[in-house]
């Protein structure tokens, strides 16, 4: 007989419900199969021979190192072969089909075939892939979006080259396709700026950081600093593209800047406000902000610059959010600017720098992304934007006929609290739990969305990675899913299967019955 997945997850009379389905039954992202029962299994020999065309010998690496394929080949035995076959539909659609003698992994393009391949591995035993048994039967997947991302802020704590090339293999086992580094910040500058210099040599140093929130919070001393060579971020780029993943860069422009006027503090306000000496030390949303001259549009443009040459990504980030006007309406030297520029008001000056910053990344060939912020002026044409601000800032760029990527803080913001206890470590925000992460529902027309962890309270690997996980799971399995939300009760029947993949890749998740932080 042949069975398919929704009869035999759990929900079936008669089966112990609180039994978690085995691995080729609890993918996550949830990949429908077809199982033939009657069929004999595919058993994972440690020689099985991986066939793979050229164009697909990365992945075949990839693959025999994620399945613990080593040593010698048996030529008889099993066999994997990957193979792409156009016919299959969008790029990213993809097949897994297992026989006793053969699994086979198809994709409508090299990037279909990768996804499958994460499929087999997540099909397999955790703890090891060897000796798997899988069924006979076919496994069938395709995203809903393009852009299925996460996010991560390196600025207010700075995290080295090999965590992000392990954050690159967690979001490739979980099909997320993009990762956005957030990589200046008030409180830090992360990359080189040919001209430059003192970016990272002031701007990437702080020697203390607050802790806590809220009002019991304090500042306390300690050196926090880092930043990444072009050539790390070249290798990184590299690394994500073997993983079918883009690696997105953001520059935060005209606010959020303390880091960079630290470093050139005649790019800010000098007229006005304390001198700039150093990073913030503190979290929240910083007064200082981009003068309006000559010489911020070119420090801007350089970054931007500095980007485009070392990120091939086809969207580069602007910033744009959380720029406060008063430091504009204040200064005199900037009131005197705006006169000159034709600019009536302080909330001008944003847009201003917006359009300048926007067509600057258009004529280097690239689109530009800008927080939902920008929206409240006049969005010139090329920009996609990231909207945070939930449904209201989603739907206004739908309105708009501007390009959007959801990110809804309510269901996405991986620095939130994830529950009302009281040991919960920094309660930041709302309390969002898995099932709120695991209601994320895109309104129809966005170009996809992403998971952000900003990591103000997150100073060290550990701390992300219990910030992360298992919520961006949840949220992975929904941006490759779409449409409604399906039952959470049975995406956390599979989740403790998923959680054995976590434990067993040295994943510090939160447990389900609560904080137990590093
Ligand atoms: C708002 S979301 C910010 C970040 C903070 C975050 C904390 C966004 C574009 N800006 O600078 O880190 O809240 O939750």
Same mark, same amino acid.
């Given at each position: 007989p042949v069975v398919t997945d929704g009869d035999v997850t759990g929900a079936t009379p008669g089966r112990a419900l609180r039994m978690p389905p085995p691995p080729h039954r609890a993918t996550v992202p949830f990949i429908d199969a077809?199982?033939?029962?009657?069929a004999p299994p595919f058993v994972l020999g440690a020689g099985a021979p991986v066939d793979a065309p050229e164009a697909l010998a990365g992945t075949a690496t990839i693959l025999r190192e994620a399945l613990g394929l080593g040593g010698d080949v048996d030529p008889d035995a099993p066999r994997i072969v990957l193979r792409v076959d156009e016919e299959l539909g969008a790029e990213e659609s993809f097949?897994?089909?297992?026989?006793?003698?053969?699994?086979?992994?198809?994709?409508?393009?090299?990037v279909g075939v990768f996804r499958a391949a994460m499929t087999l591995r997540q099909m397999c035993a955790p703890e090891g892939a060897i000796a798997t048994r899988i069924p006979a039967g076919a496994w069938r997947g395709a995203p809903a979006y393009g852009w299925r991302g996460a996010m991560l802020d390196v600025a207010r704590h700075f #995290?080295?080259?090999?965590?992000? &090339?392990? !954050?690159?293999?967690?979001l490739a086992a979980h099909h997320l396709n993009v990762l956005h580094l957030h990589l200046t910040d008030d409180q830090g500058w992360r990359f080189e700026v040919p001209g430059y210099p003192r970016l990272t040599d002031i701007g990437a140093r702080r020697d203390a950081t607050q802790v806590g929130h809220g009002p019991l919070a304090t500042v306390e001393a300690g050196v926090h600093e880092g930043h990444y060579t072009t050539a790390e971020l070249r290798g990184l780029v590299e690394y994500?593209?073997?993983?079918?993943?883009?690696?997105?860069?953001?520059?935060e422009l005209p606010g959020h800047v303390q880091a960079a006027l630290a470093a050139y503090p005649e790019l800010g306000n000098t007229d006005i406000?304390?001198?700039?000496?150093?990073?913030?030390? #503190?979290?929240?949303?910083?007064? &200082?902000? !981009?003068?309006?001259?000559?010489?911020?549009l070119a420090f801007g443009r350089a970054a931007i610059d500095s980007l485009c040459d070392v990120f091939d990504s086809p969207w580069i980030g602007i910033g744009g959010d959380e720029v406060p006007v008063d430091e504009w309406a204040q200064s005199p030297a900037a009131v005197e600017r705006m006169r000159e520029l034709g600019l009536a008001a302080a909330h001008e000056v944003q847009p201003w720098f917006t359009r300048h910053f926007v067509d600057h990344v258009r004529s280097r060939g690239r689109t530009a992304l800008a927080w939902d912020e920008v929206l409240e002026g006049v969005v010139p044409d090329g920009v996609r934007i990231l909207a945070w601000r939930g449904p209201v800032a989603m739907a206004e760029a739908l309105r708009r006929g501007i390009p959007v990527i959801g990110c809804p803080?309510?269901?996405v913001y991986l620095d939130y609290r994830q529950s009302e206890a009281t040991d919960e470590p920094v309660p930041v925000g709302p309390p969002l739990t898995i099932e709120g992460a695991y209601a994320l529902r895109l309104p129809d027309g966005v170009a996809g969305g992403q998971a952000n962890t900003w990591t103000e309270h997150l100073p060290t690997r550990d701390r992300v990675d219990f910030a992360?996980?298992?919520?961006?799971?949840?949220?992975a399995e929904r941006l490759w899913a779409g449409g409604e939300p399906a039952d959470v009760e049975e995406f956390l029947r599979r989740l403790p299967t998923h959680l054995r993949r976590l434990e067993a890749a040295g994943v510090q998740y939160?447990?389900?019955?609560?904080?137990?932080?590093?």
């Open positions: 077809v199982i033939d029962a009657q097949r897994v089909d297992v026989t006793a003698d053969r699994v086979e992994l198809t994709g409508a393009a090299p #995290r080295p080259a090999d965590d992000i &090339r392990r !954050l690159i293999d967690l994500a593209a073997e993983r079918f993943i883009t690696l997105v860069p953001e520059v406000g304390d001198p700039i000496t150093a990073p913030w030390e #503190r979290f929240g949303v910083n007064p &200082r902000v !981009l003068a309006p001259t000559e010489d911020a803080d309510m269901n992360m996980f298992p919520r961006l799971s949840a949220i939160r447990q389900l019955s609560g904080p137990t932080p590093a």
